[in-house]
Nanobody, 114 residues
Framework: QVQLVESGGGLVQPGGSLRLSCAASGIIFSSYAMGWYRQAPGKQRELVARIYRSGFTNYADSVKGRFTISRDNAKNTVYLQMNNLKPEDTAVYYC????????WGQGTQVTVSS
C-alpha cells in the first residue's frame, strides 16, 4: 500500500518560513520524481517544485528564490523549505510521486496571513 504523508503546514505571518515534509512508504522512493503541488480555493492545482531522481530540480516562477525542494532517499522523504512566504502562497500543498505510476498525499494546509 502506497502512502505519502505530508506534515509541516500551518499558519505563518508574511515573510515567515515553513518546512513541509512528505514521508513515502510502499514505493521504491529513489526511483520516483517527487514533487510539491498546491491548490488555492477556486484555483487549479499547480506545480510548485519537483526534484528528479538525479537531484535536478525545477520550480514555478512564482516561488523561485524563495522555496527549495530536497530529498533524502535514506529516509524516503521529500522536503519543501518555504521562505519569505506571501499571502498568495496560501493553499493546500500536496506531495506527488511520479514514475510509471503517480501517487498523491492527502495535503497539508499552509496559510500566510497577518
Amino acid at each position: 500500500q502506497v502512502q505519502l504523508v505530508e506534515s509541516g503546514g500551518g499558519l505563518v505571518q508574511p515573510g515567515g518560513s515553513l518546512r513541509l515534509s512528505c514521508a513515502a512508504s510502499g514505493i521504491i522512493f529513489s526511483s520516483y520524481a517527487m514533487g510539491w503541488y498546491r491548490q488555492a480555493p477556486g484555483k487549479q492545482r499547480e506545480l510548485v517544485a519537483r526534484i528528479y531522481r538525479s537531484g535536478f530540480t525545477n520550480y514555478a516562477d512564482s516561488v523561485k528564490g524563495r522555496f527549495t525542494i530536497s530529498r533524502d532517499n535514506a529516509k524516503n522523504t521529500v522536503y519543501l523549505q518555504m521562505n519569505n512566504l506571501k499571502p498568495e502562497d496560501t493553499a493546500v500543498y500536496y506531495c506527488n510521486a511520479d514514475a510509471l505510476s503517480v501517487y498523491w498525499g492527502q495535503g497539508t494546509q499552509v496559510t500566510v496571513s497577518s
